[in-house]
């Protein structure tokens, strides 16, 4: 075994110098695609540093189930467009043990966090 080691450096070397170029490409582009997917995964774990409570009113109601049928992979989850303000619309889920009507008023908290971005979730009470 110790005899194939040189051959097979041997035949590995001037593959490497004549594709250089290409692997440094592709490795480059991996790598930025990979970065691009997971900065945007980063701000949700960014800590929480304070946290506000509010009402709005629902303005929409969306079917948001990870399968059509509903009743496999988790049940029924809602998208609902909530208006905060005059400007202000969000969008929060919700699961179906609590539907909430169009035009009803609902408590949201405001998460705040660390980097600046803002997270909403809809409070069941």
Known sequence: MTRLAPARLALALPI?????????FAALLLGSCIFAIMRPA??????????????????????ASPN???WINGGFRYLYG???SEKDLIFVHGDAET???MG?????????RQDGSETYRLLNE
Do not use: C
């Open 16 to 24: 490497l110098r004549e594709n250089f170029w290409g692997i440094a």
């Open 42 to 63: 980063s701000g949700y774990s960014s800590p929480i540093i304070s946290v506000e409570r509010t009402t709005g009113t629902v303005v929409s109601v969306l079917d």
């Open 68 to 70: 059509p049928k509903g």
């Open 82 to 84: 909530v208006r905060l």
């Open 99 to 101: 539907p909430r009507a």
């Open 104 to 112: 009803s008023q609902v408590p949201v908290e405001q998460q705040h």
